[in-house]
């Protein structure tokens, strides 16, 4: 075979141009592979962060529809049963022991959900006019970690004023 005959070729396409073709498709689903990759880190990204915002937010219409005097005990199985309760004592999710908010904690499916009480006042619960309720739901992203946060206030509906 010439080398008129190997790269210009009358009766079909030369080996050059096959060669070119097939270096051009790889590049193409080289690229295509890397898009997929790209979109299934986002889907998951996607999915946890959503997962942790369901998780802050229903632990937030959890305490906001509990009566006033079951506020730091938590059913997190929905047995109807107390699981978990609240405490001040810097431990679980808890700053400083003493300071006045009790907290709660659970990890689920990659996600760790930190829950805190803060009365108006310092002392018993029934002597507060309302309580800030915030939830926190931290995942792992690769090698950095985010946060999904969720506060409301809610009143004491006994509360009367200052005695």
């Known amino acids: 075979m010439t080398r008129g005959q190997l790269f210009h070729s009358e009766g079909g396409a030369s080996f050059a141009e096959v060669l070119v073709a097939m270096t051009l498709t790889l590049i193409g689903l080289v690229g295509a592979m890397g898009a997929f990759q790209a979109a299934e880190?986002?889907?998951?990204?996607?999915?946890?962060?959503?997962?942790?915002?369901?998780?802050?937010?229903?632990?937030?219409?959890?305490?906001?529809?509990?009566?006033?005097?079951?506020?730091?005990?938590?059913?997190?199985?929905?047995?109807?049963?107390?699981?978990?309760?609240?405490?001040?004592?810097?431990?679980?999710?808890?700053?400083?022991a003493g300071d006045g908010v009790y907290s709660g904690s659970w990890d689920q499916d990659g996600v760790r959900l930190i829950w805190t009480v803060t009365p108006s006042r310092a002392g018993?619960?029934?002597?507060?006019?309302?309580?800030?309720?915030?939830?926190?739901?931290?995942?792992?992203?690769?090698?950095?970690?985010?946060?999904?946060?969720?506060?409301?206030?809610r009143a004491n509906p006994l509360f009367v004023g200052s005695r």
Request: no cysteine; aromatic share 2%.
């Open 41 to 96: 880190q986002s889907i998951r990204v996607g999915t946890l962060a959503s997962r942790a915002l369901a998780m802050a937010e229903s632990r937030i219409e959890a305490k906001r529809s509990v009566r006033w005097d079951r506020l730091l005990l938590d059913d997190l199985n929905h047995d109807g049963a107390s699981v978990l309760v609240m405490h001040d004592d810097g431990v679980a999710g808890d700053a400083l």
């Open 124 to 153: 018993s619960l029934s002597g507060s006019g309302h309580v800030l309720i915030e939830a926190r739901a931290v995942y792992a992203v690769g090698e950095n970690q985010r946060e999904v946060r969720v506060v409301t206030l």
